[in-house]
């Protein structure tokens, strides 16, 4: 007899059309875990408290069934990723924007600006927080840095000092705005079926109706970032042998782990090499609702959002303490890149306001 062992899960996820109903069964994803408590499928206990003669307690019954738990993964660009990302900001992702310097006349480039000659960047779809990638300037060393917007008007993009070389007048040159998604003013509720594959045994179980209602980021020095995505769901189905596993050929990520240390933490725009831990903590208060005549909640019902963070830093004297308790806002983000030639692959967290 085959026994399952920790090491030999495999995780699996799709979007289903209908919440409740298995999506179909090609197209998933794989979500590449690390040690994770998983999803978890419970029924709840109705209990008589009938008072017998024989002093004894009448047998229970099963009741309500709900799915509830999470998985712990390293953090990479696309793949799973992504899709849980989108989940996570209730959005959808915005594709990646192209602007020609001959949409704007001309661009200039300076350490930290790029300056057009004519038009309008927010009409451009560009916004502080965004990353930038420019080509076609008179340096190629300028050419598909990760570059974080941190100022902006009409006519100029403030980066970083000392991102670019400076280079004259291009015509032929272009700036590239990377995808992006953010909270929209009207939330999308996105629903999952999960399979869990035992591949030991040739059996799966695989959730449905599972909505993200948690992502916590960590960051930290000499370690992977890492996220915890937390599930709530509906029902579970099992199948084994020729069924096992439910999805057939999802597709996996070959994009590598981001480290911490290879990304770099702005505090009001600037970079600090000062903090020591940076989490962040995502919260969609939600669940299901027991309902009568049927052992599972009709949807996951998804209320409020809370963003939550920790910062623990180096101290070097009082002034941040002074700002703390004076309530002074601020604006922190976090980008991680691949350890690969430009243009890396990359994920940038922004908090404009914290």
Known sequence: ??????????????????????????????LRIIPSPGLKFKRGMIQSDELREDGDRSQGRLGNKTVTGSYNCELSAGGAIDMLLESAMRSTWGAAAVTTAASMTSLTFATNTITAAAGNWTTQLVAIGD???????????NHDLNTPVIGLSTLVITVPTGTYAVATTAASASVTRLKKVYSATTPTKWSHTVEQVSQNIDASEYFTGCALVGAKFSFRPNQMAT???????????TVTATSSPYFTDPTTTTNLPLVADDGVVRYNGSAVATFTGFDLDLVIDGGGVGVIGSTTTPSIFLNRRVISASITALRSDFSNLTLF?????????????ELETAPKSCLHFFLPRV
């Not at 996820?13 to 994803?29: C, P």
């Not at 990353?131 to 060393?141: E, W």
Request: aromatic share 6%; hydrophobic share 45%.
């Open 227 to 237: 996220v915890t995505w937390t599930f709530a769901g509906i029902n579970r189905t």
């Open 325 to 337: 308790d004076a309530e002074t806002e601020f604006s922190a983000s976090v980008l991680l890149q």
């Open 1 to 30: 007899m085959s026994y399952q062992t920790n090491a030999d899960i495999a995780v699996n996820i799709a979007r289903e059309v209908t919440e409740g109903t298995a999506a179909t069964a090609t197209g998933a994803k794989v």
């Open 131 to 141: 990353i930038v990638r420019i080509s076609g300037s008179a340096v190629s060393a």
